[in-house]
T-cell receptor, first 115, second 115 residues
Framework: AQTVTQSQPEMSVQEAETVTLSCTYD???????LFWYKQPPSRQMILVIRQEAYKQQNATENRFSVNFQKAAKSFSLKISDSQLGDAAMYFCAYTWGGGSEKLVFGKGTKLTVNP | GAVVSQHPSRVICKSGTSVKIECRSL??????MFWYRQFPKQSLMLMATSNEGSKATYEQGVEKDKFLINHASLTLSTLTVTSAHPEDSSFYIC???????????FGPGTRLTVL
């Protein structure tokens, strides 16, 4: 079964510092995609970053980057130079090819940014 | 780009009435849309997958006759909660998959309160 595990229910970081959110997944698929979504208090789900499993290079979007370890089935999110606006729930998600299209979500990590 | 709207953002109704929620992809065509339900402090739970011009595919445990889904065009899907009861009160979120990609973009959500 495809599952996504986020082992950190809550994390906190000081403004301007770096924080890493963990995510592991379980799959037998070879063609799949991984995502991090952010859900601020407004509850709007916002795509943060996307990684294709066949790409070895880690995805980067400005201050957000991932550490994709395919063999370990690990997909962590690093937020550099944390800002107050980064405070939110972060969900790791996975989908696979072959026409499934479903997103499987982890339970989320609540990130607090301290001024 | 890739903006998804939902209407209404909040709705309060009496028990036994029906409520319709609209989900629109504003600047792209979405052959596939998804409906999720989110309980407080929890992750998203997929309810159904909606493909344009065909019947929706419901997840196990989701009542098809209670949650009617219609996807009549490439930019619009609707969720109708029929004969709503207080236990249907929740936050409902739709998403649309950008055609030809694996990425889902989310609407801002609808908070349903059934009295």
């Amino acid at each position: 079964a495809q599952t996504v595990t986020q082992s950190q229910p809550e994390m906190s970081v000081q403004e301007a510092e770096t924080v890493t959110l963990s995510c592991t997944y379980d799959t037998s698929e070879s063609d799949y995609y991984l995502f991090w979504y952010k859900q601020p208090p407004s509850r709007q789900m916002i795509l943060v970053i996307r990684q294709e499993a066949y790409k070895q290079q880690n995805a980067t979007e400005n201050r957000f980057s991932v550490n994709f370890q395919k063999a370990a089935k690990s997909f962590s999110l690093k937020i550099s130079d944390s800002q107050l606006g980064d405070a939110a729930m972060y969900f790791c998600a996975y989908t696979w090819g072959g026409g499934s299209e479903k997103l499987v979500f982890g339970k989320g990590t609540k990130l607090t940014v301290n001024p | 780009g890739a903006v998804v709207s939902q209407h209404p953002s909040r709705v309060i109704c009496k028990s036994g009435t029906s409520v319709k929620i609209e989900c629109r992809s504003l600047d792209f065509q979405a052959t596939t849309m998804f409906w999720y339900r989110q309980f407080p402090k929890q992750s998203l739970m997929l309810m159904a997958t909606s493909n344009e011009g065909s019947k929706a595919t419901y997840e196990q445990g989701v009542e098809k006759d209670k949650f009617l889904i219609n996807h009549a065009s490439l930019t619009l899907s609707t969720l109708t909660v029929t004969s709503a009861h207080p236990e249907d009160s929740s936050f409902y979120i739709c998403s649309a998959r950008l055609f030809g990609t694996d990425t889902q973009y989310f609407g801002p959500g609808t908070r349903l309160t059934v009295l």
